[in-house]
């Protein structure tokens, strides 16, 4: 059964500071994998799709690597800014019907 | 564009009472997920449609639960004689195409429901 684990759990830096989160999972044998932000509150809003063919998207400050040989993941944030501070989730695509298997989320924030 | 829709945004329940979710997914889009987010932790997958076909239902806790997409649009999760253990925001995506395989495509989330059983 996939698992996917994300640390740390919660996280707590300056404003300006590069930050990297981990997203790790036990079945090297998935599709594609994607960062997800979510808002207290609010729904889930997709940062970065990495399919299974590529190693790294990037978006803006965002940068999202992809080792499925190591089962690893990482989300590197650049010059975090306050308005950073979020949960972001990790989640693999799994199966014939791609559902998404998520980490429990980082809990971010960025003080300023 | 409107994107995803739920309805309520937040349900009160007594225990053993039976309620209904819904979820308006972006127009025209195949795939509809549904998933159960507890406090502190990541969304679980629940069931996925493809139209208004139920694909996979393997997420579905017990046989209390049940959802529905009759004409391939809306969605909407029941829940029968809750439970204080169902109380979780239930979220609900979308995605264009029909979902698995190689190629993937984003799955568009809407706010989600908190349902609180008392």
């Known amino acids: 059964k996939q698992e996917v684990t994300q640390i740390p759990a919660a996280l707590s830096v300056p404003e300006g500071e590069n930050l990297v989160l981990n997203c790790s999972f036990t079945?090297?044998?998935?599709?594609?994998l994607q960062w997800f932000r979510q808002d207290p509150g609010k729904g889930l809003t997709s940062l970065l799709l990495?399919?299974?063919?590529?190693r790294e998207q990037t978006s803006g400050r965002l940068n999202a690597s992809l080792d499925k040989s190591s089962g690893r993941s990482t989300l590197y944030i650049a010059a975090s800014q306050p308005g950073d501070s979020a949960t972001y989730l990790c989640?693999?695509?799994?199966?014939?019907?791609?559902?998404?298997?998520f980490g429990q989320g980082t809990t971010l924030q960025v003080k300023p | 564009g409107a994107g995803v829709s739920q309805s309520p945004r937040y349900k009160v329940a007594k225990r053993g009472q039976d309620v209904a979710l819904r979820c308006d997914p972006i127009s025209g889009h195949v795939s509809l997920f549904w998933y159960q987010q507890a406090l502190g932790q990541g969304p679980e997958f629940l069931t996925y449609f493809q139209n208004e076909a139920q694909l996979d239902k393997s997420g579905l806790p017990s046989d209390r639960f049940f959802a529905e997409r009759p004409e391939g649009s809306v969605s909407t999760l029941k829940i029968q004689r809750t439970q204080q253990e169902d109380s979780a925001v239930y979220l609900c995506?979308?995605?264009?195409?029909?979902?698995?395989?190689?190629?993937?495509?984003?799955?568009?989330f809407g706010p989600g429901t908190r349902l609180t059983v008392l």
């Open positions: 079945d090297s044998a998935i599709y594609n």
């Open positions: 995506a979308s995605s264009p195409e029909r979902a698995g395989g190689p190629v993937t495509d984003t799955q568009y």
């Open positions: 990495i399919q299974s063919s590529q």
């Open positions: 989640a693999l695509y799994s199966g014939n019907t791609g559902k998404l298997i």
